[in-house]
């Protein structure tokens, strides 16, 4: 009995043993296993969170390229501004340092926690920009709690400094902060949280020149956050800077000009397609938008019946009004349909089938040929000649003129317009067209739509006799040093293969328009300069009995296009007046303001007269430019 007692308690005493000796040789076994996960397998990611205990890095912000205009005058340049960024690695309270900055700095605390959020993910030594644009007050507050603030770092970043205001506003855009959608974006894999990028205009369109690269200090930090060596740094390289075709002095003049009418301007170089002045009416502050804008602005904004924040000039479809006569002139001319001599007799309308269509004249012109219809704008004379065209043969003048689609300017967004055909009304309605809606389109109303831009490259293409230029704004791109990098020359994208004599016929038609009796453009006249042009005036809605009664937003638009000098043309005009409703008395004037200081400025200085003060300089900007304001001898110049 002992024996088998003793020979039980062995075995149970070497079951106990194994059983130990398993379960160390297991302990031991996964301490290897996770020694060798973290020594073999996590070796790179450990050593990294080693290092960025120890590490900062303080990015260094680049400055955008300026932005100049064709004479080197600044547009766009660069100021510093502060912002306010946290490294997270140095914070162990998230929560408690955001109230605490909320309540020192008196900012949003919802909207600081918010970026903290869309920043997670990124390396924790790498700065999160909690608020941007901080003033000096706020700064100097941060440096006095420095020591209850860790982690907290004041940034000096470059923004944007728009040195005319309003100036262009359109044109040259604005910057804000990178969204989160962009962030995510093809194409933005090397900004961070907190960079500034165009948002509109140039700025947008030209981002990758304006950018620059950022540079960097990586530094070697102690426990509490002071500085003990820098460890590797790399330089910011400013952006390239953008010289536009536009000229300051002649824009400023244009906006002016417009007073608080909405609507849109272009003057265009009729011998390169160079932009020289881009007008959409009102503007608005671009400089608002680099940091938070006020919700009052806002709403001021949106509820602005002219639309200031939209760009007239390059998204603005209009229908273009009697403008369109030069086309359908044209057409006429280039299908044999008329000629100089032919005639036909406005009696103040005319019946197509069980229609009637009225010219704008209800008395009628009487006996008109080519140049009379175009100095008086008689709607009769297209009606006929429309009739006699088709619609088809109308878009086939107009097409060679490259309307109808974006003519492809620099900025983004530019609509297409509109030129109507009977295929086109098939496939987007359905339906076959209708002979009598030919008649609205030989004048310019109907389905027929064209924007600003477009519109002046018409009337340069017409003045120019049939060579279409690409309309640009960019004439050329220097580096920080004023080394030409990229320079934009004239691009033909489409000729006209109209005859001479027809560009000469309607030529003379639009000269006589400004200059001759019974012309609806007098008050396009200018000094020393003969001017030729167009009136217009499109339909908002159905023609009312008393304009007097019809409220803005329903009137007529009032246009007008023209090119100078007659005998050489070197500029093209076209303006648009939102509900300006005549043409000859609304927007004319701001074409011969336009006009004007073109040439004005085209004068040689003399050189015994000292320059101007910016002051002064800025006080006779204020006086219009001279233009001759007889009145049209028919009394019709008001009409179109």
Same mark, same amino acid.
């Given at each position: 009995?002992?024996?088998?007692?003793?020979?039980?308690?062995?075995?149970?005493?070497?079951?106990?043993?194994?059983?130990?000796?398993?379960?160390?040789?297991?302990?031991?076994?996964?301490?290897? +296993?996770?020694? =060798?996960?973290?020594?073999?397998?996590?070796?790179?990611? !450990?050593?990294?969170?080693?290092?960025?205990?120890?590490?900062?890095?303080?990015?260094?912000?680049?400055?955008?390229?300026?932005?100049?205009?064709?004479?080197?005058?600044?547009?766009?340049?660069?100021?510093?501004?502060?912002?306010?960024?946290?490294?997270?690695?140095?914070?162990?309270? &998230?929560?408690?340092?955001?109230?605490?900055?909320?309540?020192?700095?008196?900012?949003?605390?919802?909207?600081?926690?918010?970026?903290?959020?869309?920043?997670?993910?990124?390396?924790?030594?790498?700065?999160?920009?909690?608020?941007?644009?901080?003033?000096?007050?706020?700064?100097?507050?941060?440096?006095?709690?420095?020591?209850? +603030?860790?982690?907290? &770092?004041?940034?000096?970043?470059?923004?944007?400094?728009?040195?005319?205001?309003?100036? $262009?506003?359109?044109?040259?855009?604005?910057?804000?902060?990178?969204?989160?959608?962009?962030?995510?974006?093809?194409?933005?894999?090397?900004?961070?949280?907190?960079? !500034?990028?165009?948002?509109?205009?140039?700025?947008?369109?030209?981002?990758?020149?304006?950018? #620059?690269?950022?540079?960097?200090?990586?530094?070697?930090?102690?426990?509490?956050?002071?500085?003990?060596?820098?460890?590797?740094?790399?330089?910011?390289?400013?952006?390239?800077?953008?010289?536009?075709?536009?000229?300051?002095?002649?824009?400023?003049?244009?906006?002016?000009?417009?007073?608080?009418?909405?609507?849109?301007?272009?003057?265009?170089?009729?011998?390169? #397609?160079?932009?020289?002045?881009?007008?959409?009416?009102?503007?608005?502050?671009?400089?608002?938008?680099?940091?938070?804008?006020?919700?009052?602005? =806002?709403?001021?904004?949106?509820?602005?019946?002219?639309?200031?924040?939209?760009?007239?000039?390059?998204?603005?479809?209009?229908?273009?009004?009697?403008?369109? /006569?030069?086309?359908?002139?044209?057409?006429?001319?280039? &299908?044999?349909?008329?000629?100089?001599?032919?005639?036909?007799?406005?009696?103040?309308?005319?019946?197509?089938?069980?229609?009637?269509?009225?010219?704008?004249?209800?008395?009628?012109?009487?006996?008109?040929?080519?140049?009379?219809?175009?100095?008086?704008?008689?709607?009769?004379?297209?009606?006929?000649?429309?009739?006699?065209?088709?619609?088809? /043969?109308?878009?086939?003048?107009?097409?060679?003129?490259?309307?109808?689609?974006?003519?492809?300017?620099?900025?983004?967004?530019?609509?297409?317009?509109?030129?109507?055909?009977?295929? =086109?009304?098939?496939?987007?309605? @359905?339906?076959?067209?209708?002979?009598?809606?030919?008649?609205?389109?030989?004048?310019?109303?109907?389905?027929?739509?064209?924007? *600003?831009?477009?519109?002046?490259?018409?009337?340069?293409?017409?003045?120019?006799?049939?060579?279409?230029?690409?309309?640009?704004?960019?004439?050329?791109?220097?580096?920080?040093?004023?080394? +030409?990098?990229? &320079?934009?020359?004239?691009?033909?994208?489409?000729?006209?293969?109209?005859?001479?004599?027809?560009?000469?016929?309607?030529?003379?038609?639009?000269?006589?328009?400004?200059?001759?009796?019974? #012309?609806?453009?007098?008050?396009?006249?200018?000094?020393?300069?003969?001017?030729?042009?167009?009136?217009?005036?499109?339909?908002?809605?159905?023609?009312?009995?008393?304009?007097?009664?019809?409220?803005?937003?329903?009137?007529?638009?009032?246009?007008?296009?023209?090119?100078?000098?007659?005998?050489?043309?070197?500029?093209?005009?076209?303006?648009?007046?939102?509900?300006?409703?005549? @043409?000859?008395? $609304?927007?004319?004037?701001?074409?011969?303001?336009?006009?004007?200081? !073109?040439?004005?400025?085209? /004068?040689?200085?003399?050189?015994?007269? *000292?320059?101007?003060?910016?002051?002064?300089?800025?006080?006779?900007?204020?006086?219009?430019?001279?233009?001759? /304001?007889?009145?049209?001898?028919?009394?019709?110049?008001?009409?179109?």
């Amino acid at each position: 009995m002992k024996e088998r007692r003793f020979v039980r308690e062995v075995m149970e005493s070497k079951s106990r043993v194994l059983m130990i000796s398993f379960i160390v040789g297991a302990v031991f076994f996964l301490l290897i +296993l996770r020694l =060798w996960h973290l020594q073999i397998l996590n070796q790179k990611d !450990y050593r990294s969170m080693s290092e960025n205990n120890r590490l900062r890095f303080l990015p260094v912000a680049a400055s955008r390229g300026s932005i100049l205009d064709r004479n080197g005058n600044m547009l766009v340049n660069n100021r510093p501004s502060f912002s306010l960024a946290v490294i997270p690695q140095e914070v162990k309270d &998230e929560g408690a340092l955001l109230t605490q900055l909320s309540s020192l700095l008196m900012l949003d605390r919802t909207e600081m926690s918010e970026r903290w959020e869309k920043s997670k993910g990124r390396a924790k030594y790498y700065p999160i920009v909690l608020a941007s644009n901080i003033t000096r007050d706020q700064v100097e507050i941060i440096e006095e709690n420095r020591l209850m +603030l860790p982690g907290v &770092e004041v940034e000096i970043k470059p923004v944007r400094e728009y040195s005319s205001g309003v100036l $262009a506003a359109h044109l040259l855009g604005y910057i804000a902060e990178i969204s989160e959608n962009e962030l995510n974006s093809k194409g933005f894999e090397e900004y961070n949280p907190g960079d !500034y990028i165009g948002k509109t205009g140039i700025e947008k369109a030209l981002d990758n020149e304006l950018h #620059g690269s950022d540079g960097g200090r990586q530094l070697e930090v102690d426990a509490r956050g002071r500085v003990l060596r820098t460890i590797s740094e790399s330089y910011p390289t400013v952006g390239n800077s953008v010289v536009l075709t536009i000229d300051a002095a002649l824009q400023k003049q244009a906006e002016r000009s417009f007073g608080e009418q909405a609507g849109a301007a272009v003057a265009m170089d009729v011998n390169s #397609g160079e932009i020289l002045a881009f007008v959409s009416n009102p503007a608005y502050d671009p400089s608002l938008f680099s940091g938070k804008l006020p919700a009052d602005k =806002w709403k001021e904004y949106l509820e602005d019946k002219r639309h200031p924040l939209e760009n007239k000039a390059l998204t603005g479809q209009y229908p273009p009004g009697s403008t369109y /006569k030069i086309i359908t002139a044209l057409a006429g001319l280039h &299908e044999h349909k008329i000629d100089e001599s032919t005639t036909i007799t406005c009696n103040g309308s005319y019946d197509l089938g069980t229609s009637t269509f009225k010219c704008w004249n209800k008395r009628g012109h009487g006996t008109t040929n080519l140049k009379k219809s175009l100095r008086e704008s008689c709607d009769v004379y297209y009606y006929q000649l429309g009739e006699k065209l088709g619609v088809d /043969k109308i878009a086939s003048a107009a097409k060679a003129f490259m309307l109808g689609a974006p003519m492809g300017v620099e900025l983004q967004n530019e609509k297409a317009g509109l030129i109507p055909t009977a295929e =086109w009304k098939q496939k987007r309605y @359905g339906k076959r067209w209708y002979h009598g809606e030919t008649l609205p389109v030989a004048i310019g109303q109907g389905y027929v739509l064209m924007t *600003p831009i477009q519109m002046a490259s018409m009337i340069a293409t017409v003045a120019n006799e049939g060579t279409v230029f690409r309309p640009h704004l960019v004439k050329r791109v220097v580096d920080a040093d004023g080394k +030409l990098l990229k &320079e934009i020359k004239p691009e033909i994208i489409g000729t006209v293969g109209f005859s001479k004599e027809s560009f000469r016929l309607v030529k003379q038609g639009l000269f006589a328009v400004v200059n001759e009796a019974g #012309g609806t453009g007098g008050m396009a006249r200018i000094y020393d300069v003969k001017v030729a042009g167009k009136t217009g005036t499109s339909q908002v809605v159905k023609m009312r009995d008393s304009k007097r009664s019809t409220p803005y937003q329903f009137r007529d638009h009032a246009l007008f296009v023209a090119f100078a000098p007659y005998d050489k043309p070197e500029i093209a005009v076209a303006v648009v007046i939102e509900h300006g409703e005549h @043409g000859g008395a $609304a927007a004319a004037p701001i074409a011969a303001r336009i006009l004007s200081t !073109y040439f004005e400025g085209k /004068k040689p200085v003399r050189k015994e007269s *000292p320059a101007p003060s910016a002051e002064e300089e800025d006080e006779s900007g204020d006086e219009l430019p001279r233009v001759v /304001k007889e009145p049209n001898i028919s009394g019709n110049a008001a009409n179109d």
